[in-house]
T-cell receptor
Framework: DAKTTQPPSMDCAEGRAANLPCNHS???????VYWYRQIHSQGPQYIIHGLKNNETNEMASLIITEDRKSSTLILPHATLRDTAVYYC???????????FGKGTMLLVSP | ETGVTQTPRHLVMGMTNKKSLKCEQHLGHNAMYWYKQSAKKPLELMFVYSLEERVENNSVPSRFSPECPNSSHLFLHLHTLQPEDSALYLC??????????????FGPGTRLTVL
């Protein structure tokens, strides 16, 4: 799997947008970008994934640069319950395992 | 609730004990996984099962022995563990191995302490 680089921590005010960056400069053409998050003492939770196009679902938006070397996860209106570790993972579509890095600890404050 | 349950939620055992962790998924999935999460370390994939067959074993010591009797149940048998095996053990399932989305659903984990 291609390696990803994320900042270790970020802060966000409640109600504001949280923009979490991820660098994946060695990503190859058939590899997807996945985002999971892990709230303290719980198992990870799938958020969103994409290949080339921007994606949006009920939880978040994923913006992937045209060269696919980086992406940004956007939580449009962060709440206190969004405080968690966010993992950006690059995965080949033909095989299922996920390689988790250290992620970004997002702290949402009142 | 993710549809994946794990028991027990907490376990304390001595190094000479034998215990088992249980995972059950109620989602009709065909793939199941064991992960280990040690303090301040990333999640590590331990084992992968697809249709009850083990397809991946990531250099895990033999004191950890997985068992998948059917597609809904996964066990991790533990014996003669070491204190450094203390960690959160997470089970996950997904529809199968070869899907683009491959959304994995995780259980709440078992917090294991080895004395």
């Amino acid at each position: 799997d291609a390696k990803t680089t994320q900042p270790p921590s970020m802060d966000c005010a409640e109600g504001r947008a949280a923009n979490l960056p991820c660098n994946h400069s060695t990503i190859s053409g058939n590899e997807y970008v996945y985002w999971y998050r892990q709230i303290h003492s719980q198992g990870p939770q799938y958020i969103i994934h994409g290949l080339k196009n921007n994606e949006t679902n009920e939880m978040a938006s994923l913006i992937i640069t045209e060269d696919r070397k980086s992406s940004t996860l956007i939580l449009p209106h962060a709440t206190l319950r969004d405080t968690a570790v966010y993992y950006c993972i690059v995965r080949d579509s033909g095989y299922s395992t996920l390689t988790f890095g250290k992620g970004t600890m997002l702290l949402v404050s009142p | 609730e993710t549809g994946v349950t794990q028991t027990p939620r907490h376990l304390v055992m001595g190094m000479t004990n034998k215990k088992s962790l249980k995972c059950e998924q109620h989602l009709g999935h065909n793939a199941m996984y064991w992960y280990k999460q040690s303090a301040k370390k990333p999640l590590e994939l331990m084992f992968v099962y697809s249709l009850e067959e083990r397809v991946e074993n990531n250099s895990v010591p033999s004191r950890f022995s997985p068992e998948c009797p059917n597609s809904s149940h996964l066990f991790l048998h533990l014996h003669t563990l070491q204190p450094e095996d203390s960690a959160l053990y997470l089970c996950a399932s997904s529809q199968d191995l070869q899907r683009e989305r491959n959304e994995q659903f995780f259980g709440p984990g078992t917090r294991l302490t080895v004395l």
